[in-house]
């Protein structure tokens, strides 16, 4: 009686034993199967290599975990050999990340990675107090936050049309130096308004004269070029001289 230990379940070898003894040796020649009376034993084999196959893969695609914070921890850091930064501020020999989450304790610690490594050193690491780990990532988080709101409200834009009014312009000119004085990027934008009487290139050259003019008052710069066409959509990005 063949043996069914390390196959998937006894009834899958069953119905594959029944499928391939229905055919003569030629038979399974031709269908690619076992082509010899012990063929359970080759099938058996070709579970066992399915199975293993089935194994790796799915440690494999496991490993790869969405990075849920700012940092890989546990087991969405990739690399195998890793070193740990001891309580002195060290390194200790390197050793298997395996080895450190099966010692750790997962209600307490988080294993952090702190550098990925490359081929020719182990990946670093440390181990923390969840605690200690959450308040930096909260740190971390209302700091990009900050940073966003920051880079969104420190952009101030001027809006001009190519025909504008001479007292409107002197108005809205006069809010460059004062949003440069608060350390504030500028950028002017031109633009041609429905409605409004077309600008002559007489109109256009004075404009641009002014419009320079305010900028060396306000001892600011272009900080990049300008950005579109002359007489349609134009911004001139502008910032305090350092």
Same mark, same amino acid.
């Given at each position: ?8 379940? @006894? ?28 063929? @359970? ?35 969405? #850091?990739?690399?195998?050999? #890793? ?12 050793? =298997? ?6 010692? *750790? ?22 181990? *923390? ?69 077309? @600008? ?7 404009? *641009?004269? =002014?419009?320079? @003019? ?23 990005? #502008?910032?305090?001289?350092?």
């Amino acid at each position: 009686m063949v043996s069914l230990r390390g196959l998937p379940s @006894a009834s899958l070898f069953l119905r594959y034993g029944s499928f391939f003894s229905r055919y003569t040796p030629i038979h399974r020649r031709l269908l690619g199967g076992p082509c010899v009376a012990g063929g @359970a034993s080759q099938i058996r084999s070709v579970f066992r290599g399915a199975l293993a196959t089935t194994s790796v893969t799915d440690t494999k695609n496991a490993s790869k975990l969405p990075q849920r914070y700012s940092r890989p921890i546990n087991s969405e #850091i990739e690399a195998d050999i #890793i070193q740990i930064v001891n309580p002195d501020g060290q390194l200790d020999l390197p050793t =298997r990340k395996s080895n450190i989450l099966l010692s *750790m304790r997962r209600s307490e610690q988080v294993l952090v990675q702190l550098d990925p490594g490359s081929i020719h050193r182990p990946a670093v690491c440390k181990l *923390m107090s969840l605690n200690e780990f959450r308040e930096q990532e909260r740190t971390k988080e209302k700091a990009s936050r900050m940073a966003k709101h920051t880079a969104k409200t420190s952009t101030k834009q001027i809006e001009l049309n190519w025909s504008i009014d001479l007292h409107d312009l002197s108005h809205r000119l006069k809010k460059i130096s004062s949003f440069i004085d608060k350390g504030r990027t500028v950028e002017i934008i031109l633009t041609r308004k429905r409605g409004k009487r077309m @600008a002559t290139a007489e109109d256009i050259k004075q404009l *641009m004269d =002014r419009i320079r @003019a305010a900028i060396e008052e306000a001892n600011a710069h272009q900080a990049k070029p300008m950005d579109g066409e002359i007489g349609k959509t134009l911004t001139i990005t #502008i910032e305090k001289k350092n």
